[in-house]
C-alpha cells in the first residue's frame, strides 16, 4: 500500500486513531495506528505528545490530592484504596502533577517484521523548552520507519487533578480512516480516602471557588455526526473518513475551523447565570487591587485640581499614566495576558516602579479616576 484513494497524494494515513480521558481516575491514554505512504510521512516517527497548560483544579476536602504529598516522589494509584505505587516518570513543569506513563509502541515493516519501541519512558521523551523555560514540546521517536511502515503506539498520560475538561483535536496532520473519543467526566463529589481510612467528600472547584456541578460541551463535527451521551454520563464520539487538516503558506489560524469538541466544567449550567457570577468575581478582585490608597490619594491631588471639570480630570489622569511605561512591549513582556488577569498586590505600586503591563495601567487610571471623585468602573 503506497497510496490511498481516500486520500489522494496522503504521505501518511491514521488507520485507527482513539482517545480516552478518565477523569475520576485522572488519566488520558491515545492509541494511534497510522501507515506511512510516502517519504515525507517519514516525519509521522516523531511523536508529539500534547500536554495540558492549563492547570485549573481546585479540590477541597480531607484529600484532594491522589499524591501522597505535595512534593512526593511517589503516585498514588488512581483508585479509592490507593494500592500500589508507580514511579512517575517525567513530571512535567506547569505547576502541574503529571506525567506520561504507559508508553508503548513498535513499527511493523512491509514484510511483517516488527521493531519494538523499546527503553523506559524517561529515555524516550525528549522534552523541549521555551526561552522562558516552559515545556514548549514533549515528543518520543518511533524506530526504523521506512515508507510502507504502520506506526503503532499507545501512551497514558497521568495528572493530580484538572478542572479543564478535554479538548479532543478531531482533524489531524494526516487523513484519519476511523476514530473513537471517550471522555468519563468527574463527579461533582469526589468520593476520597482520607488519611484515617475513611472516605470522605472533596468538591471539584473553579478558580473562584464556586463547585462544579455540570459539563457543558461545544462541538464542530463533520455533517451527521455527533457527540453521544450514554446513561451513566460518559461521552463518545465516532467517526471515519476524517480529512487531515489543510497546510497551506499564509493561511488562517486552523483551529477555529477544525472539527474538534471541546467539554468544560461548569459551575452554572445557564450561560447569563455563569457570565454573571464571573463578572462579579472579576470585578470583586479589580476593586481590591484598584482600591484607593493614601498614595493614590496623594497623586491624584498633584495631578488635578478640586475644580476641574470631570472630563478634564480625566484627560489629565489619562497623560499622567501614559507616562507611564508599558511592559507588553518590551523583552521581558507578556502580551498575551487577557482582559480577565488581575495581578496580586496592589496597582500602587506602579507609583513606586513607574511601569506595568497595559492592564495593570488601565487598573490604575481605574483607581486615579476614582480618587478623583469620577464615576469609574472596569469592564472586561
Do not use: C
Not at 32 to 46: F, H, N, Q, S, Y
Not at 57 to 71: I, L, Q
Not at 184 to 210: F, Q, W
Not at 322 to 333: R, W
Amino acid at each position: 500500500m503506497t497510496s490511498d484513494p481516500k486520500a489522494p497524494g496522503a504521505a501518511a494515513v491514521y488507520l485507527y486513531r482513539e482517545e480516552i480521558t478518565d477523569d475520576p481516575h485522572y488519566f488520558r491514554t491515545v492509541y494511534a495506528r497510522l501507515k506511512v505512504l510516502t517519504p515525507a510521512g517519514l516525519d509521522a516517527a516523531v511523536v508529539h505528545v500534547p500536554i495540558q497548560k492549563n492547570f485549573v483544579y481546585y479540590a477541597m476536602g480531607d484529600n484532594s490530592s491522589r499524591f501522597k504529598s505535595a512534593y512526593s516522589n511517589n503516585w498514588a494509584m488512581p483508585s479509592i484504596n490507593h494500592a500500589g505505587e508507580d514511579e512517575p516518570i517525567d513530571l512535567v513543569s506547569f505547576n502541574v502533577k503529571g506525567n506520561v506513563a504507559a508508553l508503548e509502541g513498535r513499527t511493523i515493516h512491509p514484510d511483517g517484521t516488527i521493531v519494538p519501541l523499546t527503553g523506559s519512558a524517561v529515555d524516550l521523551l525528549k522534552v523541549k523548552r521555551d526561552s522562558s523555560g516552559q515545556i514548549a514540546d514533549v515528543s518520543f521517536t518511533m524506530p526504523a520507519v521506512t515508507v510502507g511502515s504502520i506506526l503503532e503506539y499507545r501512551y497514558q498520560i497521568r495528572y493530580d487533578g484538572f478542572e479543564q475538561a478535554p479538548d479532543w483535536q478531531i482533524q489531524q496532520s494526516y487523513f484519519v480512516h476511523q476514530a473513537h473519543y471517550s471522555f468519563t467526566p468527574a463527579e461533582p463529589m469526589l468520593r476520597n480516602r482520607a488519611g484515617d481510612g475513611a472516605v470522605s467528600d472533596s468538591a471539584l472547584l473553579d478558580r473562584n471557588g464556586e463547585t462544579m456541578t455540570d459539563v457543558e460541551s461545544l462541538a464542530n463535527l463533520p455533517p451527521g455526526a455527533i457527540v453521544k451521551q450514554d446513561a451513566s454520563g460518559g461521552y463518545t464520539v465516532d467517526l471515519t473518513d476524517i480529512p487531515a487538516l489543510p497546510s497551506e503558506p499564509f493561511a488562517p489560524p486552523a483551529a477555529a475551523e477544525a472539527y474538534r469538541v471541546s467539554f468544560f466544567y461548569t459551575p452554572a449550567p445557564d450561560s447569563k447565570d455563569f457570565w454573571q457570577k464571573e463578572m462579579g468575581h472579576w470585578t470583586k478582585r479589580v476593586d481590591g487591587y484598584a482600591d484607593v490608597t493614601s498614595e493614590i490619594k496623594h497623586t491624584v491631588a498633584e495631578i488635578v485640581n478640586a475644580g476641574d471639570a470631570p472630563a478634564d480630570k480625566a484627560k489629565k489622569i489619562y497623560l499622567f499614566v501614559q507616562n507611564l511605561e508599558n511592559t507588553d512591549f518590551n523583552g521581558n513582556g507578556v502580551p498575551s495576558i487577557g482582559s480577565g488577569w488581575v495581578p496580586d498586590g496592589h496597582v500602587d505600586r506602579l507609583l513606586e516602579t513607574k511601569k506595568g503591563t497595559s492592564n495593570q495601567i488601565a487598573f490604575l487610571y481605574l483607581a486615579l479616576a476614582r480618587a478623583a471623585g469620577l464615576d469609574a468602573h472596569p469592564v472586561r
